[in-house]
């Protein structure tokens, strides 16, 4: 069982910054990719950015240049850092891990955060 522990968001004023931050515990093998993903109210689940174990990030046109994710492996974390927000990022956002259990290839799991609210607005 893996749990998601995520922090970090709240209110902002458009231009500001936040940082999230997702903390994995529990028992696996290995991680293979950390992502962050949003769902505004009435639209669909989003990605945002992910970051995968080999180092491979990708980001959302829409946050591209102003979001970073970054991922600390020795603690199972990882952030994003928001800055320049704008109102069309309020939406609460979920961090998503992917790995495996243990050594068996059957062992996939995928994980998802409760979620923590961005609110930005003036």
């Known amino acids: 069982q893996v749990r998601l522990v995520e922090t970090g968001g709240g209110l902002v004023q458009p231009g500001e910054s936040l940082r999230l931050s997702c903390t994995a515990s529990?028992?696996?093998?290995?991680?293979?990719?950390m992502d962050w993903y949003r769902q505004a109210p009435g639209k669909e689940r989003e990605v945002v950015a992910t970051?995968?174990?080999?180092?491979?990030?990708s980001y959302s046109d829409s946050v591209k240049g102003r979001f970073t994710i970054s991922r600390d492996g020795a603690t199972n974390t990882v952030h994003l850092q928001m800055n320049s927000l704008k109102p069309e990022d309020t939406a609460v956002y979920h961090c998503?891990?992917?790995?495996?259990?243990?050594?068996?290839?059957?062992?996939?799991?995928?994980?998802w955060g409760q979620g923590t609210q961005v609110t930005v607005s003036s």
């Open positions: 998503h891990v992917a790995g495996y259990s243990s050594t068996s290839t059957y062992s996939r799991f995928d994980s």
């Open positions: 529990g028992t696996f093998f290995r991680i293979i990719a």
């Open positions: 970051h995968n174990s080999g180092g491979g990030i």
